[in-house]
């Protein structure tokens, strides 16, 4: 066995990537990092005597937390060291007591799944339109979403992901407006979307300049901040931020890392004094490269393309990319592109691989981007033998049997996956990345289901809940 495994495994991938479109969004560039870095343990300093407390803040923390909101607009900001799907967590258990309703995205990630188990709620879901000529969820209906805030009155919120994994974005100034009539708090999972507030000429509106209540951001994928590193803004009067504040105590760290915190203002600072030049050059580049692979028939996704097919916005630092017309599936162009050429990509799924432009790229590294993935278009289309790709349809239309904390709590067996039909989840089935559930507790496993993740695992997309052995876990009947 080696020793230093994590270092010398770090070292082994770096030697093999030299561009990276995935998180952290600092890409480990233009020195942002430098200064702690430098000084790792200089700044690894603990709560005590002048430096003052994360969970209780009067010092130096809240004033770097009165900076971020000042720079956001908001009502207050907390910074979280734990991820956004701490920030989710709390959130959703700050606005809900036990047994409450509320509405969510189908397509949501996992963490407001987990947040359901804990605070035993009942879920409405709001399916995404799936647009199958793209092969891509196109976000939500806001009319739908309103019929079921008239048929539900009872529920106590609405969490949406805005935007989503692949940048794609609705109305959200109108989502706001009509969760507000009904009277609901209105929360956006803003994980992928720190950076909109920094461009907003050419990006889409920003959650927390539009009208939502509660706001939570991964810093770190899109902003150059360390890993973990993120933020919950509170926009309006209808949260209770003392609620907030009670849950973000119990499921934060009681030792948080001042290197993440330094490195979290940090980012925002950086933001603010660079991000909207380079934010620019970088989207202006970008867009001009995506139009000259398009008028190849190269299907890079581009917003005015998007939005004349029927989508509402388009977040133009994500680069998302399909072959499938040739034949090659995400998941094997994403492998093109890392083994052939040293660029690494955040994730892919069948249809598409996807990467994150942010203010830390050069035009250089962009540019290397599309070259890449033209010479592999003109290599790939001379190929004549094409194969075709399986279609499916995300999320067939699931309904819960059982309560998803019950189902989760319940006695459980592992059985073959394909002796799991018409049986009920006790686990989440999760493709991952991007982490968005296609089965969760208290589901029935049907025949669509068995397909649909079968076709994954064979094209080398990792499944969370299925093992090695093909094996799930149900609930004992
Ligand atoms: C839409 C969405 N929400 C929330 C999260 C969780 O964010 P974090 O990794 O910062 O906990 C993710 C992570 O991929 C995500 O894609």
Redesign the pocket.
């Known amino acids: 066995m080696k020793e230093l495994n994590i270092i010398s495994g770090i070292k082994q991938y770096r030697s093999e990537v030299d561009t990276n479109f995935h998180m952290p969004g600092h890409k480990g560039k233009h020195g942002i990092l430098e200064e702690i870095g430098n000084n790792l343990s200089f700044y690894d300093i603990t709560e005590t005597l002048g430096t003052d407390n994360l969970h209780y803040p009067t010092g130096f923390l809240k004033d770097a937390m009165d900076y971020i909101a000042k720079t956001y607009g908001t009502k207050k900001s907390y910074m979280v060291v734990?991820?956004?799907?701490?920030g989710?967590i709390s959130s959703i258990m700050a606005c809900t007591n036990p047994g409450d309703k509320i509405i969510v995205q189908r397509d949501?990630?996992k963490?407001v799944y987990n947040a359901c188990i804990l605070g035993d709620l009942k879920l409405y879901y709001l399916y995404p339109e799936f647009n199958k000529k793209h092969g891509l969820n196109f976000s939500i209906s806001l009319e739908k979403l309103e019929h079921m805030l008239i048929d539900n009155p009872d529920v106590k919120m609405v969490v949406l992901?805005y935007p989503?994994?692949y940048g794609i974005c609705f109305d959200v100034k109108k989502a706001a407006e009509i969760v507000h009539k009904y009277g609901k708090i209105l929360m956006i999972?803003e994980?992928?979307g720190s950076h909109l507030h920094f461009c907003s000429e050419l990006l889409p509106p920003s959650a927390e300049s539009s009208g939502a209540d509660i706001v939570?951001q991964?810093t770190?994928?899109t902003l150059p901040c360390l890993t973990?590193g993120?933020i919950l803004h509170i926009c309006s009067d209808r949260v209770n931020t003392s609620n907030i504040e009670s849950m973000l105590r119990i499921f934060q760290t009681t030792s948080p890392s001042y290197i993440l915190m330094a490195s979290i203002e940090n980012a925002v600072y950086w933001m603010n004094k660079y991000g909207e030049a380079r934010l620019k050059k970088n989207i202006e580049e970008f867009k001009k490269r995506t139009l000259e692979l398009r008028s190849m028939g190269i299907n890079v996704l581009e917003d005015e393309f998007l939005i004349s097919e029927g989508c509402y916005d388009f977040d133009a630092t994500r680069a998302v990319i399909s072959m499938s017309e040739l034949g090659i599936t995400g998941t094997e162009l994403q492998e093109m592109l890392r083994y052939n050429y040293k660029i690494q990509m955040e994730f892919a799924d069948l249809q598409y691989t996807v990467g994150y432009i942010t203010a830390t790229d050069e035009v250089e590294d962009i540019d290397r981007l599309f070259d890449a993935v033209k010479e592999i278009y003109l290599r790939e289309s001379k190929n004549k033998e094409k194969r075709e790709i399986v279609e499916i349809e995300p999320f067939p239309q699931l309904q819960h049997e059982r309560k998803m904390r019950k189902a989760f709590y319940a006695e459980n067996e592992l059985i073959d996956f394909d002796d799991a039909i018409g049986r009920t989840s006790a686990e989440f089935i999760i493709p991952y990345?991007?982490?968005i559930p296609v089965v969760c507790p208290g589901e029935i496993i049907t025949q669509d289901i068995v397909d649909y993740v079968k076709v994954m695992i064979e094209n080398n997309i990792n499944v969370n809940g299925v093992d090695k052995n093909n094996h799930v876990r149900v609930v004992v009947r």
């Not at 734990?82 to 701490?86: F, K, V």
Request: glycine share 8%; proline share 8%; net charge neutral.
């Open positions: 734990n991820g956004t799907s701490c989710i949501c990630h963490s992901t989503t994994f999972d994980a992928h939570t991964s770190h994928k973990q993120s990345p991007p982490g």
